[in-house]
């Protein structure tokens, strides 16, 4: 990417009602984004902001018993407060409500107006409140607005026009030069589809004898502006068009992100009115799909609201963040679940990204005496976590160019698996049992620091909170992506553990714990001690291990997930305790008759032994 300035904005919410996981997930994707520039050094400006005008504001406003303007403030507010307490990155907040705003929505009319891009006359035709736009026969699904399936009304009445249909061919003509202007593709094909069809002229006013709340046209005041022209001016009024700073600055590297369904004003209304207001256009259009619930569209004006809130509340904002933007592949819908969110939690976060924190430092912190080590000469096992590393930050930037967040994090975890695998085969715990290889762990050590140091940094736009924790502990430098080299982390910078990072959900249980069982569900569990005669790793398993227990009399063998904290040779002689009458399964090829119990504590296992001596088989209860 040579562009190193950057200008994004997210849609602007109707404040017709309160933010929800729609809304957040345009808001955090931009935020990511934006981070992730910053990241790089980039000059970046992020702009969001809320539409309070039109009759959709003024129906459900009435609705409330509420004044226009009193109910706009309320829900903006809310929209505000939601992206403060997301921690949002905005550098501003536009309200289309604010005199800044208005002016340049004005300057703009009466400039089109003069250039005799406006004129006066009649339509008639079918209108969606919902959408806040009139559907060409074409469009029409059933009789009812494909987007809202509601009735559509018949509307026709005396008003202005924007004469949209002169740019049909230019903006084809665009479109086809230019095929990087909307992405991903699939939406840049839908613009041209919409063109195959005559483009009609935009009606840009409303009578106020049947709507006040809006924009009054300069050149008549008879009329207010129609919402979309109103709205999508915001991209340029919260610059200070046409003499701001800003506007000078940013608005040639303008990129606005929106969802699939605000297509046709973005990509058809205002490309054409920026044309004709001889404003520059903007560099590209990003769209995101939607997220479904139950397979069913999921928006304020369907029903079916998610209050972001309630989630992210509940597993945390880094972990909501994640999931949304792990989960859609960008451009395409995606289906949201609770389940789905907890599963990622459990896996990629508290698993992946939690343990490897926590084992990493801790094992720097009780083999390294809390400094980090000099390294001694790489290896090529060293090698390869490197080479991993530089392979995730360029794959990460070329997701990023695209928006592919999904991309970005699954090449990130391309990295942690690396690392991950890395810890189990040079078992830093094992060498830091033998004095000889002194020299060795301390390499191991320091790449597992770095790779740690690279993480807090690659992860910063989309785990924030996550990231600074992980960086604070291994020397607190601040997130550049030009810090990311290999060797920049100076060998005695104080590295603390970092636990809890993301502590692990058990599905379905309340906060006490488990659901409660009657006490005969628990006798049928038998529970018995087992004298461990001989354990075996399996060899394409890195948790597994093989045991041969003896219970009473018997000799069977149990697969124990534990290879990755319990040396085999450590456990032979000692007492464990099983659960006896399990229905054999077969983990990696091995028949298991009975599994070994161990408590588990952000990663950390702790097998369940006896404080006295009794023979195997005892019973336990
Ligand atoms: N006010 C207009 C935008 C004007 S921009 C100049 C508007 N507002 S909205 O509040 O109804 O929706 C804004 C955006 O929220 C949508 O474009 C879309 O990006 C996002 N989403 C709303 N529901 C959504 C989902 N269910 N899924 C994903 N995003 C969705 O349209």
Redesign the pocket.
Same mark, same amino acid.
């Given at each position: 990417m040579a562009d190193r300035t950057f200008y994004l904005t997210t849609?602007?919410?109707?404040v017709n009602a309160r933010p929800?996981? *729609?809304?957040s997930?345009?808001t955090i994707a931009a935020d990511a984004m934006c981070r992730y520039r910053r990241l790089r050094g980039d000059r970046v400006y992020f702009l969001t902001g809320t539409?309070e005008h039109g009759e959709r504001i003024a129906q459900v406003a009435a609705a409330a018993g509420m004044t226009p303007p009193a109910y706009a403030d309320q829900i903006s507010r809310a929209f505000r407060e939601t992206w403060q307490r997301l921690g949002i990155t905005n550098d501003d907040f536009i309200r289309t409500t604010e005199p800044r705003h208005a002016k340049v929505v004005q300057a703009i009319l009466q400039k089109l107006y003069d250039a005799g891009e406006i004129y006066f006359g009649e339509y008639g035709g079918w209108y969606c409140y919902g959408c806040e736009r009139f559907y060409t026969e074409k469009e029409i699904v059933d009789g009812k607005c494909p987007d809202h399936q509601t009735a559509l009304t018949f509307i026709k009445e005396k008003n202005y026009f924007f004469k949209m249909s002169k740019y049909q061919d230019w903006l084809i003509k665009h479109l086809e030069d230019n095929p990087g202007f909307i992405q991903p593709e699939r939406y840049r094909n839908e613009v041209l589809g919409f063109l195959r069809e005559p483009l009609q002229d935009l009606s840009i006013s409303r009578p106020k004898a049947r709507l006040q709340w809006g924009i009054p046209l300069p050149f008549d005041d008879q009329y207010v502006t129609y919402v979309?022209f109103d709205?999508?001016i915001?991209?340029v009024s919260a610059l200070e068009y046409p003499d701001g700073a800003l506007y000078k600055d940013f608005w040639p590297h303008a990129e606005h992100l929106? *969802?699939k369904?605000?297509l046709k004003?973005?990509g058809v209304y205002w490309p054409t009115m920026l044309k004709a207001a001889g404003i520059p256009l903007y560099k590209r259009l990003d769209v995101? *799909?939607?997220?479904?619930i139950g397979g069913g %569209?999921?928006? %304020?004006s369907v029903g079916n609201v998610v209050e972001a809130f309630e989630l992210t509340d509940k597993y945390g904002h880094d972990a909501f963040r994640y999931f949304l933007l792990r989960e859609m592949n960008f451009g395409l819908d995606a289906s949201f679940s609770e389940e789905a969110l907890v599963g990622r939690l459990n896996a990629d976060l508290a698993n992946d990204l939690g343990n490897l924190a926590s084992r990493a430092t801790t094992m720097i912190v009780n083999f390294g005496g809390g400094r980090v080590p000099s390294p001694g000469p790489e290896t090529d096992e060293d090698a390869v976590v490197r080479a991993a590393l530089a392979r995730a930050a360029l794959d990460v930037d070329e997701a990023m160019e695209e928006f592919a967040f999904q991309r970005a994090l699954s090449a990130i975890w391309e990295f942690l698996g690396v690392v991950n695998r890395y810890v189990d085969a040079t078992a830093p715990w094992a060498l830091a049992k033998d004095p000889s290889k002194r020299g060795r762990l301390d390499t191991v050590l320091y790449a597992l620091a770095e790779s740690l140091r690279a993480t807090g940094i690659l992860i910063e736009p989309f785990l924030p909170e996550a990231a600074g924790k992980i960086r604070a502990a291994v020397g607190g430098a601040p997130a550049r992506l030009s810090d990311l080299a290999w060797g920049r982390l100076a060998p005695g910078t104080a590295v603390h553990k970092v636990s809890g990072l993301f502590p692990r959900i058990e599905p379905d249980k309340s906060s006490t714990g488990a659901a409660k069982i009657p006490m005969a569900d628990f006798a049928k569990v038998e529970l018995r001690v087992a004298e461990v005669l001989a354990a075996e790793r399996l060899p394409k398993s890195k948790k597994l291990l093989k045991l041969t227990v003896k219970v009473g009399d018997e000799t069977r063998t149990v697969v124990a997930g534990i290879a990755e904290q319990y040396e085999p040779g450590s456990l032979v002689g000692r007492k464990v305790v099983i659960v006896a009458n399990l229905q054999p399964a077969t983990l990696m090829g091995v028949e298991s008759n009975g599994m070994v119990l161990a408590a588990e504590h952000e990663g950390t296992l702790a097998l369940l032994t006896l404080d006295k001596d009794v023979p195997p088989g005892s019973q336990v209860k």
């Open positions: 849609p602007i919410y109707y929800h996981l *729609g809304h997930y345009a539409d979309w709205a999508l915001n991209y929106i *969802g369904d605000i004003p973005h995101h *799909g939607y997220w479904t %569209k999921m928006s %304020k």
